[in-house]
């Protein structure tokens, strides 16, 4: 279905502009969002789809540097990170490329949301609907 966005300007970076849009659809309408627009350059976005009683939930970050972010959240929100992800940062720690810390600031989404923060503050005031719903 097509979508209006109501885009403004966005005061974090000269010259761009915002939208936020809530939206109802089936579990997994987040990953196809994500994709689509995966490969948009210059474009900074995060999706979030609410878990339900049979599915869990998801969350996508995305920017230009770091690329995309993608994690599964329980039904409290919390991200749920799989037991082989953790085993291979803490191998990849005890072989010296990189701390524990580092690795599971990754795994969580730190720089994404670092990154991300200056712009979601500078949208305070802007129209939003929320609606996180997922059927």
């Given at each position: 279905?097509?979508?209006?966005l109501?885009?403004?300007?966005?005061?974090?970076?000269?010259?761009?502009?915002?939208?936020?849009?809530?939206?109802?659809?089936?579990?997994?309408?987040?990953?196809?969002?994500?994709?689509?627009l995966?490969?948009?350059?210059?474009?900074?976005?995060?999706?979030?789809?609410?878990?339900?009683?049979?599915?869990?939930?998801?969350?996508?970050?995305?920017?230009?540097g770091?690329?995309?972010?993608?994690?599964?959240?329980?039904?409290?929100?919390?991200?749920?990170?799989?037991?082989?992800?953790?085993?291979?940062?803490?191998?990849?720690?005890?072989?010296?490329?990189?701390?524990?810390?580092?690795?599971?600031?990754?795994?969580?989404?730190?720089?994404?949301?670092?990154?991300?923060?200056?712009?979601?503050?500078?949208?305070?005031?802007?129209?939003?609907?929320?609606?996180?719903?997922?059927?």
């Amino acid at each position: 279905m097509p979508v209006d966005l109501e885009w403004t300007p966005q005061p974090a970076q000269a010259g761009t502009y915002r939208a936020e849009f809530s939206w109802t659809g089936d579990a997994g309408t987040a990953v196809a969002i994500a994709s689509a627009l995966r490969g948009w350059d210059h474009l900074r976005f995060e999706i979030t789809e609410e878990p339900t009683a049979s599915t869990e939930g998801a969350r996508f970050s995305s920017t230009p540097g770091l690329g995309i972010f993608h994690a599964v959240t329980g039904l409290h929100g919390d991200i749920m990170i799989p037991e082989d992800r953790l085993k291979a940062a803490v191998v990849k720690a005890a072989l010296g490329d990189t701390t524990v810390l580092i690795e599971i600031d990754k795994l969580l989404g730190k720089p994404w949301d670092d990154e991300l923060e200056t712009f979601r503050h500078a949208g305070e005031g802007a129209p939003v609907r929320w609606l996180h719903q997922v059927v």
